[in-house]
C-alpha cells in the first residue's frame, strides 16, 4: 500500500487489575494503520477491543495499565510522551467516538458550544470559524437544519442524530485518526443506516483514517477496508475486509458468521385460538397516545415477533399486557377472558402465567440478592414451594439454563458475564412456569456468538414447557431466527402483520420494505447500492 | 512548653494512635474470616483507628461499674480538687469524681445517643423507601410534613419540644430522633427513587410482591451503603445535639453523668487555665473523629474505589 503509515502498534499488553493480581486484556497484539484507512475491530464483549482501541490513543481506562509494547503515532512515541504531549493530540490530531452520545455529550451545554471547544481550545480556530465550520459539517452528516440543530440541548435531539452531531464534533480539527467505539450498536436499523453512511462519507471526504470497533460483521463489512478479528485479546486473523468476507481463515471466525445464519422454519398458528389476545388497545402517558388501535394475538406453543424502530410503541405494547399500562381503550384478553387493566388488580395467578424477560440483565436482577433468591422467589411464591424442594426446583432450573448448579446457586448477578445474566433472567421467569414470556430486545445488548446461545436455549424451552414468545425486537436476523408470525409497528399503529414468511416475502407494505432494507448484509458493497438506490428514489 | 516539644508531642500522639491502629488492624484480621476478613485487610489505618476507639468507648461503656473507682453520684471530696492520685482528674463542682463521671458520662451519652440514631433511622428509613416505593400522594403528603418538620431550625425545635414534653430521658431520645428522622428520610427517600425505577423492582411488582418485601427485601440492601455511611454521620450530629442540649440544661438531667453538662458544670475552672472541664469535651470529640474515619472507610467501599 502506498499510502504512509499514521499508527503503528507493536506487541501491546495491557493489564487490568483484579484485587492484587494483574490481568491480562490484552496481549501481545500488533496493529498499523495508514492514513486515510479504515480498519475494523471486531470480536465478542471482553475480547478487549476497546481497550485496545483506547490504546491507540496512549489511554488506558481506570485500573488498567499498558505492560508492555510500543504505540506510535506519526513518528511520535504515545508511550514515552509526556502527559502534555499526549493530551495535545487528543482532539485535535485524534479523536474518540464513544458508543452512547446520549451519555457523551454534556446535558447542561448547546451541541455547537461542546463543538466548538476542542478547535478553541487547541487554537485551530476561533469562536466564530468553528461555529461556521460546525454547521457545515452538520451539513454534510446529513443532520436536518443544519444551520439551527447546534444551539439545541442534547435532549433535544434524537439518539441517531446525537450520534452524528457527535461525529461532527470528533472531526472539528480535522484529526488524522478517529475511533469510532460501537456508534451504531445503541440504535435501530433504519437509523443505523442514516449514522453508517454519514459516518463513511466524511471519512472519505477528509481523508482520515479510523479504527471502527464492532460486534455486528455486516456493519464492519460496510465500514471497512481491513479487518481485525480479536478473541480474548489476541489477534485471531487480520485480512483486507473482502477477502476476509470471502474466505475467513481462522476457524473462530467462521463461527461468528455461522450466527448470523441461523434459521428455523417458520410454523403454523396453533389449534385452539390465541394465549394472549390484544385487542384494540390505545394506550399512552401523559395526554400522548403512544399505542393507536393496536391488536395481535400471542399463540399457545409459538414465537410472535413484534418488530419496529425505537419510538414505535413495541415495548408499551408489551406495558400494557402486564398490566404496567393501563389501556386508554381497548381489552387484553386472556383465554379469551379480559385481565385487569391494573396488574395490582390481578390475581396471583393471572400474574405467573404472563413473564417477563427484560432488555438489560444488568438492571433486572437485584445485585444484592444471590442466584438462589432471584430464581427461587417466584417458584415461592407462586408454587408454595419451602426448604429442599425449593433448592432443588432452582438447581434443576439452573441445570435448564446450562449453569453449573453447585457453581452458581450462590452466585450474585455481579459475579456473571452479561450472557449468563440473561440466562438467569430466563430461569426467574421459568420458575413461575407461566404459558407465555414477553422478551423485550432479550439479546440486543449481547454479542453475536453469545445472542445464538439465548436464542436456541430459549427456542429449546418452549419445546419443553410449551411457552408462547411474544419477542420485541429490532433485530430482523433475530425474527428469521425464531419468530412463527411477525407484527410490524411504526407510530404506534401496526402496519403489516401475519405468518413471518409472508411477511417477510414481497408484496410489502412501505415501511416493511424499508426496515427489510436496512438490515445490513454481509456484503461489502451493501451500503453504497442502497444509498444509490435511495438518491435515484428521490431523484 | 516550647514548640519543639509540642511538635514531638504531637508525632507521639499520632505515631502511638498509628501504631495502635496498625496493631489493632493485625488482630481483627487475625480474628476474623472470610469477606470481611479480606475487606478489613484493606481497611486504611485511619478506618482502624476509628474502630479501635469506638471499640475503647463501647467497652468502658459496657463496664462503667467496675473501671469506675467511684460512684457516679457519690461526693467524695472537696470541690474543684486538683489532679492526685486519689482522684486522677479531680473533682466537680459538688466534690464528685471527675473521671468516674467521666466513665459514666460514656454510657449514658454515647447510650443515649445510639438508641436515638437508630430509632431515627428506623423510623425515617421506613418510611423513606415507602414513599419512593408507592409513590404518587402518599410521597407528596410525607414529604411536605417532612419539609415543614425541617423548616425550622432543629435546635429551636428541640428546645420547644422538650418544653412541651418535660425532660426525661424518654422524651430526649424521641424528640431527637424524631427531628433527625426528618433528614434520614430525606436521604433514604433520594436513594430509593433511583431505585424503584430499575427492572429488577418492576419485575418484583410484576410478581405481586407485597409492599413490606419490596421496602426491605428489594430496595433496602441497594440504599445500605450511603444509609450506612449517614448513619455515622448522623450519630455524630446527635451526640452533639445531646450534648448541646445538655449544655443549655435540657438534655440530661443532673445528677446524671453527661459529657455536656459536665462541661458546662466545670466551666468556671477555664478561667483559671484548668483543662479539667474540656476532657468530656475531648472525649466527644474523639468519638466524632473517631466514627468519621470508619464512615469515610464505609463511603469509600460504596463508591466503588478501588485506587
Known amino acids: 500500500m502506498a499510502r504512509a503509515e499514521l499508527l503503528r502498534m507493536r506487541d501491546i499488553r495491557i493489564e487490568g487489575r483484579a484485587g492484587d493480581a494483574w490481568l491480562p486484556i490484552i496481549d501481545g497484539v500488533d ?235 417458520a410454523r403454523p398458528p396453533s389449534e385452539g385460538g390465541a394465549v394472549v389476545s390484544v385487542r384494540d388497545v390505545s394506550a399512552g402517558y401523559g395526554g400522548v397516545d403512544v399505542l393507536r388501535g393496536v391488536s395481535f394475538d400471542i399463540h399457545p406453543r409459538r414465537t410472535v415477533a413484534v418488530v419496529g424502530e425505537s419510538g414505535s410503541g413495541k415495548s408499551t405494547a408489551a406495558r400494557v399486557i402486564t398490566g404496567l399500562l393501563a389501556p386508554r381503550t381497548g381489552r387484553v384478553l386472556f383465554d379469551g377472558r379480559p385481565l385487569a387493566p391494573d396488574h395490582r388488580k390481578r390475581t396471583r395467578d393471572d400474574l405467573r402465567q404472563v413473564q417477563m424477560i427484560y432488555q438489560s440483565a444488568d438492571t433486572a436482577l437485584n445485585p444484592k440478592h444471590t442466584l438462589r433468591e432471584i430464581i427461587g422467589r417466584p417458584a415461592q411464591m407462586y408454587l408454595g414451594l419451602r426448604g429442599r ?82 419477542f420485541i425486537t429490532h433485530d430482523l436476523a433475530t425474527v428469521r431466527a425464531i419468530a412463527d408470525s411477525v407484527v410490524v409497528m411504526q407510530h404506534g399503529a401496526v402496519v403489516e402483520a401475519g405468518p413471518r414468511d409472508a411477511v417477510f416475502a414481497p408484496p410489502h407494505a412501505p415501511y416493511t420494505a424499508r426496515l427489510l432494507a436496512s438490515v445490513p448484509e454481509m456484503d461489502p458493497d451493501w451500503l453504497g447500492r442502497l444509498l444509490d438506490r435511495r438518491d435515484a428514489g428521490q431523484g | 512548653m516550647g514548640v519543639a516539644t509540642l511538635l514531638a508531642v504531637m508525632a507521639g500522639v499520632v505515631l502511638g494512635g498509628a501504631a495502635a491502629a496498625w496493631l489493632f488492624r493485625a488482630a481483627l484480621v487475625a480474628l476474623s474470616r ?23 468507648y463501647l467497652g468502658v461503656a459496657i463496664l462503667a461499674p467496675l473501671l469506675a473507682p467511684y460512684g457516679e453520684r457519690a461526693v467524695v471530696t472537696v470541690q474543684f480538687a486538683p489532679w492526685s492520685a486519689d482522684h486522677w482528674l479531680g473533682s466537680d463542682h459538688l466534690g464528685r469524681d471527675m473521671a468516674s463521671r467521666l466513665i459514666y458520662g460514656a454510657r449514658n451519652t454515647v447510650g443515649i445517643a445510639l438508641a436515638t440514631t437508630a430509632l431515627a433511622f428506623m423510623v425515617g428509613t421506613t418510611l423513606g423507601l415507602w414513599a419512593a416505593v408507592v409513590g404518587g400522594w402518599l410521597d407528596g403528603a410525607l414529604s411536605r410534613a417532612v419539609d415543614v418538620l425541617m423548616a425550622i431550625p432543629s435546635l429551636i425545635f428541640a428546645l420547644l419540644l422538650l418544653t412541651i414534653f418535660g425532660t426525661s430521658i424518654l422524651t430526649l431520645v424521641l424528640v431527637i430522633a424524631a427531628v433527625d428522622a426528618t433528614r434520614v428520610y430525606r436521604i433514604a427517600r433520594a436513594v430509593a427513587q433511583g431505585i424503584v425505577v430499575m427492572d429488577y423492582i418492576e ?51 443532673p445528677p446524671t453523668a453527661d459529657w455536656g453538662s459536665m462541661v458546662r458544670e466545670n466551666a ?24 468519621n474515619f470508619v464512615v469515610d472507610w464505609q463511603l469509600h467501599r460504596a463508591s466503588g474505589l478501588r485506587e
Request: proline residues 4%.
Open chain 1, 31 to 265: 496493529m498499523t494503520l495508514h492514513r486515510g484507512e479504515v480498519l475494523g475491530l471486531i470480536g465478542e464483549s471482553g475480547a478487549g477491543k476497546s481497550t485496545l482501541g483506547l490504546a491507540a490513543m496512549g489511554h488506558v481506562r481506570d485500573g488498567c495499565r499498558i505492560a508492555g509494547g510500543a504505540i506510535s503515532f506519526d513518528g511520535i512515541d504515545l508511550r514515552a510522551a509526556p502527559d502534555a504531549t499526549r493530551r495535545r493530540l487528543r482532539g485535535r490530531r485524534i479523536a474518540y467516538v464513544a458508543q452512547s452520545a446520549a451519555a457523551s455529550f454534556n446535558p447542561a451545554h448547546r451541541l455547537i458550544d461542546q463543538y466548538c471547544e476542542a478547535p478553541v481550545r487547541h487554537g485551530v480556530m476561533t469562536r466564530a470559524e468553528a461555529e461556521a465550520d460546525a454547521v457545515d459539517l452538520y451539513a454534510r452528516m446529513q443532520l436536518p437544519e443544519p444551520d439551527r440543530i447546534g444551539w439545541r440541548f442534547p435532549h433535544q435531539v434524537s439518539g441517531g442524530q446525537l450520534q452524528r452531531a457527535m461525529t461532527a464534533m470528533a472531526m472539528a480539527c480535522r484529526p488524522d485518526l478517529i475511533i469510532f467505539d460501537e456508534p451504531t450498536t445503541a440504535l435501530d436499523v433504519t437509523t443505523q443506516i442514516e449514522v453508517l453512511a454519514a459516518i463513511r462519507g466524511i471519512v472519505a471526504q477528509f481523508g482520515t483514517a479510523a479504527i471502527y470497533i464492532t460486534h455486528d460483521l455486516a456493519v464492519v463489512a460496510q465500514m471497512a477496508d481491513r479487518i481485525k478479528v480479536l478473541l480474548r485479546g489476541r489477534e485471531v486473523e487480520e485480512a483486507p475486509t473482502r477477502a476476509m468476507l470471502a474466505a475467513p481463515r481462522a476457524e473462530y471466525t467462521r463461527s461468528l458468521w455461522a450466527v448470523r445464519t441461523l434459521e428455523r422454519a
Open chain 1, 389 to 470: 424442594a425449593l433448592t432443588e426446583r432452582v438447581r434443576a432450573l439452573l441445570a435448564l439454563i446450562e449453569l453449573e448448579p453447585d457453581a452458581h446457586i450462590d452466585r450474585r448477578p455481579s459475579e456473571l458475564s452479561g450472557g449468563q445474566k440473561q440466562r438467569v433472567g430466563i430461569a426467574r421467569a421459568l420458575a413461575a412456569e407461566p404459558r407465555v414470556i414477553l422478551c423485550d430486545e432479550v439479546t440486543s445488548a449481547l454479542d453475536q456468538i453469545v445472542q445464538e446461545g439465548i436464542l436456541r436455549l430459549l427456542d429449546r424451552l418452549q419445546g419443553e414447557f410449551d411457552l408462547a414468545y411474544m
Open chain 2, 34 to 56: 472470610g469477606a470481611l476478613r479480606r475487606s478489613l485487610r484493606g481497611a486504611p489505618l485511619t478506618a482502624c483507628f476509628g474502630m479501635l476507639v469506638i471499640a475503647l
Open chain 2, 203 to 253: 419485575a418484583a411488582r410484576l410478581r405481586g410482591e407485597g409492599g413490606a418485601r419490596l421496602i426491605f427485601r428489594e430496595v433496602l440492601p441497594n440504599a445500605a451503603a450511603p444509609l450506612v455511611a449517614e448513619f455515622g454521620l448522623r450519630f455524630c450530629f446527635v451526640f452533639l445535639a445531646i450534648s448541646a442540649l445538655s449544655f443549655l440544661g435540657l438534655g440530661i438531667q
Open chain 2, 268 to 291: 468556671t475552672l477555664i478561667t483559671f487555665g484548668d483543662v479539667t472541664p474540656l476532657l468530656p469535651a475531648g472525649a466527644i470529640a474523639l468519638l466524632t473523629v473517631a466514627v
